[in-house]
């Protein structure tokens, strides 16, 4: 049941992550900003990035790494105190941060890079190069697995090393993957299917298709759940 709303003033709230007991919801393409709520009231502590656009966040303890895709660059909120302690240039669109370990890993979505931060510095501690427009990742084990939309490759970052140890060619305009447990699942959006990658040895196994333009997906249990143009396939 609902049991409260909130008027945050934004017409069309775009994503939103919680830290420290707070909130973050990011604003719209037009307007920008994030709203801060405190989650054990439900009231509005404050709004920061007036005008910035933020596409996506992640969190390394108690701070907020905000990517500011149209000003290529992260913002960090400290969570404790609700105000920007930093902003670090990085690639071109960066979107999607993904906190590993100490570092924050950035795919910059209109370049070949990803941006990997120090947390401990607040500083990029090295760049490393991809394939074309990394979008997304996650994670397995030490590995972190990237979709690179305009390259239709999955690039494999060893975060020990931070050297990509192998592109995987998948099919075209891949832009979200999940994995569950021996596999990783890599929707390809212009391609209308699904690559299944082996993660024991990073081959592609098989492609589910059609799946008229597959977008974001999921796995629960023994199914794997993709949104696409025509609906979600199982």
Known sequence: TVTDTIDTGILVPMTSVEANGFLYVSHNYVT??????????????????????????????NKVYAAATSSNSISVIDATTNTVTATIGVGNSPANPITVGSSIYVPNATDTTVSVIDVLTDTVATTITVGSRPYRGVLNG?????????????????????????????????????IDGLFAYASNNVGDSV???????????????????????????????????????I
């Not at 007036?50 to 992640?58: A, C, D, N, P, R």
């Open 32 to 61: 920008g900003g994030v709203t801060v709520i405190n989650l054990s009231d439900h009231s509005i502590v404050t709004t920061l990035l007036s005008g910035t656009v933020i596409s996506s966040f992640s969190v390394s303890g």
């Open 142 to 178: 030490t590995d972190l697995y990237v979709v690179c939309a305009d390259g239709g490759v999955v690039s494999v970052i060893d975060t020990n090393t931070n050297n990509v140890t192998t592109n995987i060619s998948v099919g075209t305009w891949p832009a979200y993957i999940t």
């Open 195 to 233: 690559s299944i990658i082996d993660l024991s040895n990073n081959t592609v196994i098989g492609t589910l298709s059609p799946v008229a333009g597959a977008g974001w997906l999921t796995a629960a249990g023994n199914f794997v759940y993709v949104i696409g143009s025509s609906g979600v396939s």
